[in-house]
Each structure stands twice: as structure tokens, then as C-alpha cells.
């Protein structure tokens, strides 16, 4: 009972938390600013969006630096400077530089009354011009059609001020929210010609703390294409009308870059000011998903309590009733199997390192959640995401040699040095080889997105030096500590399998057992996959929370009712089918991303067609992995519950 009570103590540790809201904590501190001081605007790379219409499509999973030279963007003095990322913001295509604009805080004096009016914009303290030139750039044809093809494509510019992305200002049709959708647009092609922008009002929303103290709170811009002359003159009017830019792919182009930046006081404080940026639309949606999975999960709970303490008592109180009889009759149902359900499965070494890397997927998954609901990976900090997950990945490795080793001696396994080696391996491995085939497709397409040589070697060191080590360590423990054991004897001859129904054969049961967990779970799915391929902002944490721990509740329970039919229709053979009908669901999410692709996405490259499907491979990979190891181990410890309470001679 010791070792049962140890697994189920796991599994349950490996369920991800569950709460019903979530709040964040700023992820760093408040920046003052006084009259003067320089505001760093930052540029980002430039990355496709949708427009925002119903039936728009994204045309582009590939990101292209800011400076990339075919742009012909403005550059500071001195060449562009990276600036400092975090692991996360890199592996998800962030490469921020400094930029040439030149915004500073100037205080204008009224002179009637002699009091501070509302900060405005000006350039090296020239008076009260509110309209400047940038530069001038002469863009080739060959330029021109790169550009042209990036704008039909609706890539967007990413700027960044004090931490806030720049954004355009949006209403949401179905509730009338005002927010703000971080990005803009670099060209408009809304009548069949694409049309550059090249001037920006720039809108600086600040909050006054204290007298002279002020603060960025929102950062929105307003892009337009402004034709005609481009020589730089002394009169410029950004307000002038003018025909849109078109940029010539038959001739040089000249392009002048102009802005104009607005100070606006806002009555949001620092603490909140991502709260426009964080927008869910249509929250109904998610409560109605929310709300149909529970029911969902409280059927197929009292399913389950029906047969384990109706059913399954009294087969039980049947069974040990015929023992203590004195009449001779033969055995029937799940019990007929009991000298075969404990039978070493074929491939148990991959079985245990598939449970062991899918506990450990799951510990990763779960802690993370933690650390979102508690409000520690604010927006702030770009990335921070991508970075809990994989420094999380790399501290679990312990957890993942744990599980592996013990089921491995538990299901017979005897070379434990091998199974030590493959559980470290393997999946890292495969992911490597993965992304790294999508490195070579998105270097050859001149993306920026690709991950950086030291970025992959530190991923490596964190492998090899932190979770290799941990994985080894944990295999040990579980070495030492032994398989589980069992409540009853294996026979020496197997027994004959009768023909099982159609609904029980493998790939049946793991596509019927798969929808109800992909049913708790797509709608989430949806806004996941918009904030992972179309740069929409995510932070609905609280009811991703809920959705997992659903899932999760989904998963164990679905797979325990396959698997007692299974035992009752005499298949014996449970142990790779838990776990083919507890990662049931991650069929149904390659279906869907599928679909998503047919219904949101209009890839025309072959390196985006690569990166959605190898991104997809991997989330479905993932999936598979965790929820196979839940409904394994609450299969497992069903069943070794079940023969533990019949009396066998």
C-alpha cells in the first residue's frame, strides 16, 4: 500500500492547480519621469497579424528584424543596439533595438498664469513644432517589392515604450470595450495596392503620480501613408491631404519618414495599465466552456463512482462469495484476468519513459500555472513565459527519472541503466532536431525569428548540466525504491484474448476517449493558437487553469472507463492503451490545427507551411505526453485498487 499511496500521491501533484481567477503583480518597478528626460522608444521585429475582420487570414508565420536593410528603416547614430532579452523573449522572436526618435518631456510655461500646462512633445527643444522629419530614404525596386509583398501580407511594426508595446486603439463590436491591439500596421492594402506608411502620430498616454512625476501608461500610434513631395522642407504639415505612398518596383522611391508625438493625461495608474492591452474578448465564451466542461466532468464522474462502488462491489462481493462457496463454478468478467493484467507489456522501457517524460511535462505545466495565477509573470517582463517553462523543464528532469524508473520496475524492466539514459534523452532530442529544422528553413527565408547559435547552446548547457543530471538522480531514487507491487500473481502461459468489440479496439477507443477532453478544451485552443501564430496577446490564465485542471479530471476519468470495459470484455492488455486513450485528445488538437490552418491561415511559403506544421507536431507531442501519463497512472492505480480487493487462490 506504501507504493500505491506514493503514485497516487504523485498524480495528483501533477494536476495542474486549479482557480477561477488571476491577477499579476508588476514584473518591474515603476519608471519616474521629469521634465527633459530622454523616453527610449525601442523597436521590435516586424511580425504578420490579422487585420481584425471576420474572414481575414494570416499570410505569414515568419518575423523580420526592424533594421532589416531591405525596409530601409531610419537607423540612430552610431548603427542600431541590441538590447537585453530574456531566454523566453528570444525563443519566441524578439530582437529589440533602440531607435532615432528623439522623445523628451518639455514643460511649457503659461504665461498668463504661470503654471505647468500639459506636457508636449518636442525635438531638441525647438520651440513648439509638433510635425518632424525623420529621414529620407531611397528605396530600390528590389526593396520596393519586398516591401509591397510584407504589406499585402499585413505585417505589422512592434514598437516599444517604457516596457508598453505600441498599439492601435480598437472597440470590441460585441461588448463595446475600448482596448488597445498591440502593433501596427505597415502599409494598408485594403484596396488591392499596398500603400506605405510612412508617417506616425504617436499618442503617449502618461499618469501624473505626484506634482512633476509623471508615468507611461499607454502608448498607442495612428500610422498613415502620406505621398507627394518627399524632399525635406522647412514647412512640413503632417495634416495636409495627400495621396497615399506607393512604392514603384520599376523605379527608385523616395520615402520621407515623419511623426508627430502627443502627450495625453489618463486618470489609469501605473499598477493598471495593462489592463487595455489584456483584452478578452467575448469573456461569455469562455465562461459558457468553462461551464459546459464541468458538466461534462461531473457526468463522467458519477459515471465512474457508479461503476467503481456500485458495479464494481458487487462483482467484488460476487467473486469472494463463489470463493468462500463449496460449489465449484468458473469465473467471470474482469476477474477471469487477474493472472494476466499485470503481465510486462511489449516495449515497457518506452512506455516508462514516455509516463516519465510525461510526468514531467506535467510538474513543468502545472508550476507554471502557479506562478501565472500568482501574478509573477507579468507582461512586463517579455517572455517570462517561455523562460518559467524552461528553467521549470529543466529543474523537473529529477521528477521525470523518478516516474520513469519505477514504472519501468514495476512493469519487469530490468536494464535500468539504459531506461536512465533514454528518459533524459530522447524527447530533448527530438525537440532539437525539430527546431533546429525549423532554424534552417527560417534562416533561408532571412527571418529573424530564427533561434540564435548561443541561444541553442544555452538551452543544451541547461540539458545537459541541470536536467540530465536531475534525471539520473531521479532514476537512482526510483532504482532503489523498486516498482510497485502487486496484489496478484502472473500466470506462466498467457491467455487467450476473445474478439473484443469494435469501440474497444485501440484506435477506436483512443479517438472516442479523445473528444470529451478536446471538447473541455478548444475554445481555449483557439485564442492559444491566435496568440501563438498571430501575436494576440493571452492572459485569460484563470480560465486556462480551469480548462487544464477540466482536462485533466476529463482525461483520468474517460481512460479508467475504457479501461475496466477493456477488463471486462477479457483484454488484458490495458497498459498501452491508458495511455494511447488518455493522449486520445492530442489526435483531435492535430485535427484542429488542421482546420485553424484551412480557416485562419493563408500560408503561400513553404518555411511558414514548415513552421505551423512543426510548431503543431510539437504541441501535439506535448499534449499526448501528459495527458497519456494521467490517464496511465489513474488507470494503474484503479486497477491495482480493483485486484486488491478479491480474494484469489
Given at each position: 500500500?506504501?507504493?500505491?499511496?506514493?503514485?497516487?500521491?504523485?498524480?495528483?501533484?501533477?494536476?495542474?492547480?486549479?482557480?477561477?481567477?488571476?491577477?499579476?503583480?508588476?514584473?518591474?518597478?515603476?519608471?519616474?519621469?521629469?521634465?527633459?528626460?530622454?523616453?527610449?522608444?525601442?523597436?521590435?521585429?516586424?511580425?504578420?497579424?490579422?487585420?481584425?475582420?471576420?474572414?481575414?487570414?494570416?499570410?505569414?508565420?515568419?518575423?523580420?528584424?526592424?533594421?532589416?536593410?531591405?525596409?530601409?528603416?531610419?537607423?540612430?547614430?552610431?548603427?542600431?543596439?541590441?538590447?537585453?532579452?530574456?531566454?523566453?523573449?528570444?525563443?519566441?522572436?524578439?530582437?529589440?533595438?533602440?531607435?532615432?526618435?528623439?522623445?523628451?518631456?518639455?514643460?511649457?510655461?503659461?504665461?498668463?498664469?504661470?503654471?505647468?500646462?500639459?506636457?508636449?512633445?518636442?525635438?531638441?527643444?525647438?520651440?513648439?513644432?509638433?510635425?518632424?522629419?525623420?529621414?529620407?530614404?531611397?528605396?530600390?525596386?528590389?526593396?520596393?517589392?519586398?516591401?509591397?509583398?510584407?504589406?499585402?501580407?499585413?505585417?505589422?511594426?512592434?514598437?516599444?515604450?517604457?516596457?508598453?508595446?505600441?498599439?492601435?486603439?480598437?472597440?470590441?463590436?460585441?461588448?463595446?470595450?475600448?482596448?488597445?491591439?498591440?502593433?501596427?500596421?505597415?502599409?494598408?492594402?485594403?484596396?488591392?495596392?499596398?500603400?506605405?506608411?510612412?508617417?506616425?502620430?504617436?499618442?503617449?498616454?502618461?499618469?501624473?503620480?505626484?506634482?512633476?512625476?509623471?508615468?507611461?501608461?499607454?502608448?498607442?500610434?495612428?500610422?498613415s501613408s502620406r505621398g507627394g513631395p518627399q524632399e525635406d522642407t522647412d514647412g512640413l504639415d503632417c495634416d495636409a491631404k495627400v495621396q497615399p505612398l506607393l512604392l514603384s518596383e520599376t523605379q527608385t522611391t523616395t520615402v520621407r519618414y515623419t511623426y508627430r508625438v502627443t502627450w495625453d493625461e489618463s486618470d489609469t495608474p501605473w499598477a493598471t495599465r495593462w489592463d487595455n492591452y489584456l483584452h478578452i474578448f467575448d469573456p461569455r465564451i469562455h465562461?459558457?466552456?468553462?461551464?459546459?466542461?464541468?458538466?461534462?466532468?461531473?457526468?463522467?464522474?458519477?459515471?465512474?463512482?457508479?461503476?467503481?462502488?456500485?458495479?464494481?462491489?458487487?462483482?467484488?462481493?460476487?467473486?469472494?462469495?463463489?470463493?468462500?462457496?463449496?460449489?465449484?463454478?468458473?469465473?467471470?468478467?474482469?476477474?477471469?484476468?487477474?493472472?494476466?493484467?499485470?503481465?510486462?507489456?511489449?516495449?515497457?522501457?518506452?512506455?516508462?519513459?514516455?509516463?516519465?517524460?510525461?510526468?514531467?511535462?506535467?510538474?513543468?505545466?502545472?508550476?507554471?500555472?502557479?506562478?501565472?495565477?500568482?501574478?509573477?509573470?507579468?507582461?512586463?517582463?517579455?517572455?517570462?513565459?517561455?523562460?518559467?517553462?524552461?528553467?521549470?523543464?529543466?529543474?523537473?528532469?529529477?521528477?521525470?527519472?523518478?516516474?520513469?524508473?519505477?514504472?519501468?520496475?514495476?512493469?519487469?524492466?530490468?536494464?535500468?541503466?539504459?531506461?536512465?539514459?533514454?528518459?533524459?534523452?530522447?524527447?530533448?532530442?527530438?525537440?532539437?532536431?525539430?527546431?533546429?529544422?525549423?532554424?534552417?528553413?527560417?534562416?533561408?527565408?532571412?527571418?529573424?525569428?530564427?533561434?540564435?547559435?548561443?541561444?541553442?547552446?544555452?538551452?543544451?548547457?541547461?540539458?545537459?548540466?541541470?536536467?540530465?543530471?536531475?534525471?539520473?538522480?531521479?532514476?537512482?531514487?526510483?532504482?532503489?525504491?523498486?516498482?510497485?507491487?502487486?496484489?496478484?500473481?502472473?500466470?506462466?502461459?498467457?491467455?487467450?484474448?476473445?474478439?473484443?468489440?469494435?469501440?474497444?479496439?485501440?484506435?477506436?477507443?483512443?479517438?472516442?476517449?479523445?473528444?470529451?477532453?478536446?471538447?473541455?478544451?478548444?475554445?481555449?485552443?483557439?485564442?492559444?493558437?491566435?496568440?501563438?501564430?498571430?501575436?494576440?496577446?493571452?492572459?485569460?490564465?484563470?480560465?486556462?487553469?480551469?480548462?487544464?485542471?477540466?482536462?485533466?479530471?476529463?482525461?483520468?476519468?474517460?481512460?479508467?472507463?475504457?479501461?475496466?470495459?477493456?477488463?471486462?470484455?477479457?483484454?488484458?492488455?490495458?497498459?498501452?492503451?491508458?495511455?494511447?486513450?488518455?493522449?486520445?485528445?492530442?489526435?483531435?488538437?492535430?485535427?484542429?490545427?488542421?482546420?485553424?490552418?484551412?480557416?485562419?491561415?493563408?500560408?503561400?511559403?513553404?518555411?511558414?507551411?514548415?513552421?505551423?506544421?512543426?510548431?503543431?507536431?510539437?504541441?501535439?507531442?506535448?499534449?499526448?505526453?501528459?495527458?497519456?501519463?494521467?490517464?496511465?497512472?489513474?488507470?494503474?492505480?484503479?486497477?491495482?485498487?480493483?485486484?486488491?480487493?478479491?480474494?484469489?487462490?
Open positions: 500500500m506504501k507504493e500505491c499511496h506514493s503514485f497516487l500521491l504523485g498524480s495528483i501533484l501533477l494536476l495542474p492547480v486549479v482557480s477561477v481567477s488571476a491577477f499579476y503583480l508588476p514584473g518591474t518597478a515603476p519608471r519616474n519621469f521629469e521634465k527633459g528626460e530622454q523616453v527610449d522608444l525601442f523597436v521590435n521585429a516586424l511580425t504578420p497579424m490579422l487585420t481584425g475582420k471576420d474572414e481575414s487570414k494570416l499570410k505569414s508565420l515568419i518575423n523580420y528584424d526592424y533594421y532589416n536593410p531591405a525596409f530601409k528603416f531610419c537607423q540612430p547614430e552610431g548603427g542600431p543596439k541590441s538590447q537585453p532579452e530574456s531566454l523566453g523573449s528570444i525563443l519566441f522572436g524578439d530582437r529589440i533595438f533602440n531607435s532615432p526618435y528623439d522623445v523628451r518631456i518639455i514643460m511649457l510655461e503659461h504665461k498668463s498664469l504661470g503654471l505647468s500646462t500639459t506636457p508636449v512633445l518636442d525635438q531638441n527643444a525647438r520651440g513648439q513644432r509638433t510635425c518632424h522629419t525623420l529621414c529620407t530614404k531611397q528605396v530600390s525596386p528590389q526593396d520596393a517589392k519586398f516591401i509591397n509583398d510584407r504589406i499585402r501580407e499585413d505585417y505589422s511594426l512592434n514598437w516599444l515604450i517604457d516596457g508598453l508595446p505600441a498599439a492601435e486603439m480598437k472597440k470590441d463590436l460585441k461588448t463595446g470595450d475600448i482596448f488597445y491591439d498591440m502593433g501596427f500596421n505597415l502599409g494598408d492594402d485594403d484596396n488591392e495596392i499596398p500603400y506605405l506608411n510612412n508617417h506616425y502620430d504617436i499618442v503617449l498616454r502618461y499618469h501624473e503620480r505626484d506634482p512633476g512625476i509623471y508615468r507611461v501608461v499607454g502608448v498607442l500610434v495612428w500610422p465562461w459558457f466552456s468553462i461551464v459546459n466542461s464541468i458538466v461534462i466532468v461531473v457526468f463522467l464522474c458519477v459515471m465512474v463512482a457508479v461503476i467503481l462502488m456500485r458495479t464494481v462491489s458487487r462483482d467484488i462481493s460476487r467473486y469472494n462469495a463463489i470463493d468462500l462457496s463449496e460449489d465449484v463454478q468458473e469465473d467471470w468478467g474482469w476477474k477471469l484476468v487477474h493472472g494476466e493484467v499485470f503481465r510486462t507489456p511489449r516495449f515497457p522501457m518506452l512506455l516508462a519513459v514516455m509516463v516519465g517524460n510525461g510526468a514531467q511535462l506535467c510538474a513543468m505545466c502545472s508550476v507554471t500555472l502557479v506562478f501565472a495565477l500568482l501574478g509573477f509573470l507579468s507582461p512586463s517582463n517579455r517572455g517570462s513565459l517561455a523562460t518559467v517553462m524552461i528553467v521549470c523543464w529543466s529543474f523537473f528532469g529529477g521528477i521525470g527519472g523518478y516516474y520513469s524508473s519505477r514504472v519501468y520496475a514495476s512493469l519487469g524492466g530490468v536494464d535500468r541503466r539504459k531506461n536512465a539514459f533514454v528518459t533524459a534523452t530522447v524527447l530533448p532530442t527530438l525537440v532539437f532536431i525539430v527546431i533546429f529544422l525549423l532554424d534552417f528553413f527560417l534562416l533561408i527565408a532571412g527571418s529573424s525569428g530564427a533561434v540564435p547559435f548561443t541561444t541553442m547552446l544555452l538551452i543544451v548547457l541547461l540539458w545537459f548540466g541541470i536536467s540530465a543530471p536531475l534525471s539520473a538522480i531521479g532514476s537512482y531514487l526510483g532504482s532503489r525504491q523498486g516498482g510497485v507491487s502487486h496484489p496478484v500473481r502472473v500466470n506462466q502461459i498467457p491467455r487467450q484474448i476473445p474478439p473484443t468489440p469494435r469501440y474497444l479496439h485501440p484506435w477506436a477507443s483512443t479517438l472516442l476517449a479523445g473528444i470529451l477532453p478536446f471538447g473541455a478544451a478548444f475554445v481555449e485552443l483557439y485564442f492559444i493558437m491566435s496568440s501563438l501564430f498571430a501575436s494576440r496577446a493571452y492572459y485569460a490564465f484563470g480560465f486556462l487553469a480551469l480548462t487544464a485542471g477540466v482536462v485533466a479530471l476529463t482525461t483520468g476519468t474517460v481512460t479508467i472507463l475504457f479501461t475496466y470495459f477493456n477488463l471486462c470484455a477479457e483484454e488484458y492488455r490495458w497498459h498501452w492503451r491508458a495511455f494511447m486513450t488518455g493522449g486520445g485528445s492530442a489526435f483531435w488538437i492535430l485535427l484542429y490545427g488542421l482546420f485553424y490552418w484551412a480557416s485562419r491561415l493563408s500560408l503561400d511559403s513553404f518555411t511558414s507551411f514548415a513552421v505551423y506544421l512543426g510548431y503543431l507536431f510539437l504541441i501535439c507531442l506535448f499534449d499526448f505526453l501528459i495527458t497519456g501519463t494521467i490517464g496511465f497512472l489513474a488507470s494503474y492505480w484503479v486497477v491495482r485498487r480493483l485486484y486488491s480487493a478479491i480474494r484469489v487462490d
